[in-house]
């Protein structure tokens, strides 16, 4: 049992508490971003996961815009914010979460209960209003997380968010691979799996490495919601399928098609 990782990670955690609660009040909005920016890169070493960034797609990104990515740990987030600290758009249930809850709380996380039609609608508008202020936005399309190798469909109705903000939608691709690159199936956060378990599985992998893929961005003049989240799906789905080593890829997600071909 890693106590000792664990141990850090507590220590990490009530750090970061302190920090958001005495610090953040006293700073603006870019030392608070450098900071966030510094403890997620720290808690992703204490987990003794990696970082890879890919940039040999040459896609520079795009500011302002709506960030989304594919959906596999609550690990994502702060993966996602070593690289661009973000305002992320994150299901109620993460709120009650120990010590994790409170801090995304407090550093800007938009909770959205499932299935509530006016939620939907409330944070839709907030979207908007925050990417006008300048604020870089992100979300999980998919909704939910899904085992590696999956892409779930892309739930299309904060895609609109974008239009309505006249802005780009910037597709990130995120994996966790082991040293052999084959996916690392400890990154999983799935079916009843608690948060706890989840961190004791991660630090109990013996390693593995977060691939951060940063694709090019998706106008979103003219475009229709329903369209985006698809040509945004067939994208990401597609780029997990490259470079991996070759028993990772037994049961790929469906490859890049139609409006996404422009993309490759």
């Known amino acids: 049992m890693p106590w000792f990782g664990l141990a850090r990670l507590a220590v990490h955690l009530v750090v970061g508490l302190w920090k958001v609660a005495v610090l953040f009040p006293l700073l603006d909005a870019a030392g608070r971003e450098r900071r966030v920016q510094r403890w997620s890169r720290q808690l992703v070493g204490i987990c003794g996961v990696k970082m890879m960034f890919d940039h040999t797609r040459q896609a520079q990104p795009a500011s302002p815009a709506l960030v989304i990515c594919n959906h596999i740990s609550w690990l ?25 809850g409170w801090l995304c709380a407090h550093t800007g996380t938009i909770f959205i209960a499932r299935g509530k039609t006016r939620d939907v609608r409330r944070i839709f508008e907030g979207l908007v209003t925050s990417i006008h202020g300048g604020e870089r936005v992100a979300f999980f399309p998919e909704g939910t997380t899904a085992p590696q190798g999956t892409v779930l469909p892309f739930h299309a109705n904060l895609f609109e968010a974008a239009i309505d903000a006249h802005v780009p939608v910037q597709p990130y691709a995120i994996r966790y691979v ?9 990154a999983d956060f799935i079916d009843d799996m608690s948060f706890v378990e989840s961190v004791i599985a991660i630090m109990k992998s013996g390693g593995m490495t977060a691939e951060l893929i940063r694709l090019p961005a998706i106008t979103t003049e003219g475009a229709h919601r329903r369209e985006l989240a698809q040509v945004a799906h067939d994208a990401v789905a597609g780029v997990l399928l490259a470079n991996l080593a070759p028993d990772a890829a037994d049961n790929p997600p469906a490859a890049a098609s139609g409006p996404a071909a422009a993309l490759h």
Request: glycine content about 6%; aromatic content about 8%.
């Open 76 to 100: 994502d987030i702060f993966v996602i914010n070593t690289l661009h600290p973000s305002r992320f758009v994150a299901k109620s249930d993460i709120r009650s979460w120990p010590l994790i």
């Open 178 to 186: 082991d040293a052999g690159g084959r996916l690392h199936t400890s």
